[in-house]
């Protein structure tokens, strides 16, 4: 497709389950950021990869999350053992660039996640 | 490091009517992007205008436009003109220019437009 493509759309898990979540980037972007959203707030930077390298992943909340991109294109963020205030919304962004300059980050709808 | 701040959780505005959102920003970089997204139920983030911080010019995109004060730090976004379909949760963003940076969002403000 054109777009960001993230999937599942929504996902439910019993806490301590482990969840994966897909971003398909837009084709050549080199950019790809994961965002976590919680209700009513703006969005928390993640993660950060250029290519298949994760230069930046001083968001993540704890070492129950995992993200990678081994080809460059396809990330998955990983998260284990889900607890209740893991429950947001996973946003995804692409660009083409690596700066502000370059880069018009083009979001995917997000990955609804809830943990019981 | 970074901030953005809205400071009007909720705002609304009659169809036809302006209305402006306020936004302002910490940074101590003298490069950088400044931008607003909207955010409908769809959740899906889409870019409503880009500000870049050495240009003085006000950016406009049809019947948005900003007023960007850099000395002040402010970033406010008028919608002229309206319509239903305006309204969404609004958020202002900063990016640096250096590579690799991140989109550092505001707490959002969730518009109205009432008929």
């Known amino acids: 497709g054109a777009g960001v493509s993230q999937s599942p759309r929504y996902k439910v898990a019993k806490r301590g389950q482990d969840v994966a979540l897909r971003c398909d980037p837009i084709s050549g972007h080199v950019s790809l950021f994961w965002y976590q959203q919680a209700l009513g707030q703006g969005p928390e930077f993640l993660t950060y990869?250029?290519?298949?390298?994760?230069?930046?992943k001083s968001g993540l909340p704890s070492d129950r999350f995992f993200a990678e991109r081994p080809e460059g294109s396809v990330s998955t963020l990983k998260i284990q053992r889900t607890q209740q205030e893991d429950s947001a919304v996973y946003l995804c962004?692409?660009?083409?660039?690596?700066?502000?300059?370059?880069?018009?980050?083009?979001f995917g709808e997000g990955s609804r996640l809830t943990v019981l | 490091a970074q901030t953005v701040t809205q400071s009007q959780p909720e705002m609304s505005v009659q169809e036809a009517e302006t209305v402006t959102l306020s936004c302002t920003y910490d940074t101590s970089e003298s490069d950088y992007y400044l931008f607003w997204y909207k955010q409908p139920p769809s959740r899906q983030m889409i870019l409503v205008i880009r500000q870049e911080a050495y240009k003085q010019q006000n950016a406009t995109e049809n019947r948005f436009s900003v007023n960007f004060q850099k000395a002040a730090k402010s970033f406010s976004l008028k919608i002229s003109d309206s319509q239903l379909g305006d309204a969404a949760m609004y958020f202002c963003?900063?990016?640096?220019?250096?590579?690799?940076?991140?989109?550092?969002f505001g707490e959002g403000t969730q518009l109205t437009v009432n008929p």
């Open positions: 962004a692409s660009s083409l660039g690596v700066s502000g300059r370059t880069g018009e980050l083009f």
């Open positions: 990869f250029q290519n298949e390298a994760q230069l930046d």
């Open positions: 963003a900063y990016r640096s220019d250096f590579g690799g940076s991140r989109l550092t």
